[in-house]
């Protein structure tokens, strides 16, 4: 198969319960909330919806129970123009996700189980080895079983397909040099990327040093998200921080990094240089952050369009 402009999103969908109160409860504590939304979200799902928002050619490969949140799965792909690899596991049910979201920042908490998407495993990347690769970018996170994101980044890289690992949620034990050498991008966020090279990071220059310790252990590029900071690119060629673009009054945070990633993804398949690509995701994730909900917030192309075009105007871009 000839190598397009694809991109395969190797993840989780989940069903988002998300609750906004003034705060977090306490154990043992019942406090009144504020609102309630029930909507798609799950990280491999969202950056699959981020980047056909904005023109990519996308697939999700994943599993989903047989139930009613699979039927909202497959409506929000629909919608959004992903194709769809997903299995379905009547075994297991669709995963769901409980979002706490702080009204006064709009920041959040997350539990999620990940459930039929939980089992994905080895034969679901043999099953789909051709689909990635004929892909231009293949991307994954760490909601699915490692092992899962391991072969999947493996027969990406044997194909050399631009493989991009969003290190979300931190994993529990560090990750192994040999999977870090499979990513020519790593995009953890701050809190990840302490966890992954045991360095705080809360500034660029921190980020910075963490990036390196990335490349060390064997990474091609590290892209280190820093929230209203916006974002660290830092390889042995490079080391740039690209600034956050705002788009308005920050609602809620929930899939800021999956617009982020989705906006990378698409900015690499259409062959733009990784600084480009990284502003891209910087105005997904600028205009997302501004509407509620993850799945449901992510722009259209026009929008991020727009607004790359007014940073540019207004020289926050060159
Ligand atoms: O990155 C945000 C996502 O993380 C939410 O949609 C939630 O489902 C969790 O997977």
């Known amino acids: 198969m000839s190598k397009n402009q694809n991109i395969t999103v190797l993840g989780v ?23 309630f939304a029930l909507g798609p979200g799950g990280k491999g799902s969202n950056q699959a919806v981020a980047a056909a928002r904005i023109g990519g050619d996308v697939t999700i490969l994943t599993q989903l129970g047989d139930d009613a949140f699979a039927g909202m799965a497959e409506r ?23 979002i706490f979201v702080e009204e006064s920042s709009g920041d959040n908490a997350i539990i999620i189980c990940p459930g039929a998407a939980g089992d994905i495993g080895i034969d679901d990347i043999e099953a789909n080895a051709g689909l990635i690769r004929s892909s231009k970018v293949f ?26 690992l969003n290190p979300a949620p931190a994993p529990k034990q560090p ?5 870090l050498a499979l990513c020519d991008f790593i995009t953890p966020n701050e809190t990840e990327a302490q966890e992954l090279t045991g360095l705080p990071v809360e500034t660029v ?30 390889s042995s ?5 690209v600034p956050a673009l705002s788009a308005g009054k920050v609602v809620e945070t929930t899939g ?35 509407r509620p909900g993850a799945a449901a917030s992510m722009p259209s192309q026009s929008e991020v369009e727009a607004l790359l075009a007014s940073a540019i105007k207004e020289k926050d871009y060159e």
Not at 13 to 31: C, Q
Request: aromatic share 4%; glycine share 12%.
């Open 13 to 35: 969908f989940v069903a988002d319960t998300t609750y906004r109160a003034d705060r977090s409860p306490r154990m043992g504590e019942t406090i009144l909330g504020n609102s």
């Open 175 to 179: 990750l192994d040099e040999s999977i």
């Open 205 to 234: 220059d921190d980020a910075r040093l963490a990036a390196n310790r990335l490349l060390e252990l064997g990474v091609g590029a590290a892209i280190i998200t820093l929230g209203g900071q916006g974002a660290l690119l830092h």
């Open 76 to 98: 929000t792909w629909l919608e959004a123009g992903v194709k769809s690899a997903a299995r379905r596991n009547p075994a297991n049910y669709t995963g769901a996700a409980y």
């Open 139 to 164: 991307v994954t996170q760490l909601e699915q079983p490692l092992v899962a994101a391991e072969r999947g980044l493996q027969t990406a890289r044997e194909a050399g397909v631009i493989t991009i």
């Open 256 to 290: 800021a990094g999956d617009a982020f990633n989705g906006g990378l993804a698409v900015g690499l398949a259409r062959g733009l240089a990784p600084i480009d690509a990284v502003k891209l995701g910087c105005a997904t994730a600028g205009i997302s952050v501004t």
């Open 237 to 241: 060629e490079m080391s740039v921080h």
